[in-house]
């Protein structure tokens, strides 16, 4: 199978092109507002230590909300299941930046990929680390064995000038007690993190430990298999915030998409995929990665939910 997937990849760059005229690139961050629409990428990275991609797999783009799932498993190497009094594990069915919840709530945010879950998870890295964006990019260095990978500091400006919802979130759930440290620290981190540029192919590498029990391939142990395991489901039902459920339907796969147009999967035992297209849709999700990831998964029978009859 993998001697066919250069060849796949490659029909699938071809086939989504008429995609890449969709969609709008988040101008709400306005150094991503700058971004061309017309890129594409896809890469694979396999258990075994293969990789392959086409498109422009090699070139790094604006990570934004893919940096959740590294956040997330620091914070949960760093405080364990106490994490979970503070964010809870349902999907939203709201924008990845909206309130509305957290007032009903009282400030414990529905799951740790909507940006409120995000900055609890922020803020627990702030008590634990001096500089918590250095944590996750070390983190991210560590997966890759590489430490090409940084922080575009104009694109953590950019957004950190334009913060006031994000800063709406943090103080609403500080006035519940469910926020620590200080905001505006807690902002400069989650900016910071989300800030990191990588590629397909790095994201593909750097994401394979939450494909594979949380060991990353030929690396250390990243967390125990349960939080990996925990981490997948969640990225199944909460990691494209309101299109959650629609993307696992079409997909059948644990992903985790960001406005910077990125989109991994995880093919749990097996490999990760990660595309990218800047134009998103209405939730923010691309729509070209998400069609190139869907075309994947069905071409290579990836759903989760795919199952031979057991013959017992
Ligand atoms: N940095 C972005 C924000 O907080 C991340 C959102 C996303 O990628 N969905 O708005």
Redesign the pocket.
């Known amino acids: 199978m993998t001697r066919d997937i250069p060849r796949l990849l490659q029909a699938i760059a071809d086939d989504v092109r008429p995609l890449l005229d969709q969609g709008d690139v988040a101008s709400?961050?306005p150094a991503l507002a700058r971004v061309p629409r017309r890129q594409f990428g896809i890469a694979v990275a396999t258990v075994g230590g293969e990789v392959y991609g086409a498109g422009d797999s090699e070139r790094r783009f604006s990570i934004?909300?893919l940096s959740k799932m590294y956040a997330l498993a620091l914070a949960l190497q760093r405080e364990g299941d106490a994490l979970w009094q503070r964010v809870g594990r349902e999907p939203s069915g709201t924008p990845?930046?909206s309130l509305v919840q957290l007032e009903r709530e009282r400030g414990v945010p529905r799951n740790p990929f909507v940006?409120a879950g995000a900055l609890v998870v922020t803020d627990v890295l702030c008590r634990r680390y001096l500089q918590p964006e250095r944590a996750v990019l070390e983190l991210i260095h560590r997966l890759l064995g590489d430490t090409t990978v940084s922080i575009d500091a104009e694109v953590a400006r950019s957004?950190r000038a334009h913060s006031d919802?994000?800063a709406a979130i943090a103080h609403f759930m500080r006035s519940f007690g469910n926020l620590h440290g200080d905001v505006g620290a807690v902002l400069d981190a989650?900016?910071a993190q989300?800030a990191v540029a990588m590629s397909c192919s790095e994201l593909a590498r750097a994401s394979l430990f939450l494909a594979a029990d949380g060991v990353q391939p030929r690396g250390a142990r990243v967390v125990d298999a349960l939080a990996a395991r925990r981490i997948g489901a969640l990225m199944l039902t909460c990691g494209a915030?309101d299109a959650s459920g629609d993307l696992a339907w079409r997909i059948g796969l644990p992903i985790k998409?960001?406005?910077?147009g990125g989109i991994v999967a995880l093919v749990p035992g097996r490999l990760c995929v990660c595309a990218w297209a800047p134009g998103l849709d209405a939730n923010?999700n691309s729509i070209a990665a998400a069609a190139a990831i869907e075309r994947f998964a069905a071409a290579i029978g990836a759903s989760i939910f795919a199952g031979e009859p057991s013959r017992d």
Do not use: L, P
């Open positions: 709400y961050i934004q909300s990845f930046n940006n957004e919802r994000n989650y900016c989300c915030y998409t960001g406005v910077g923010g």
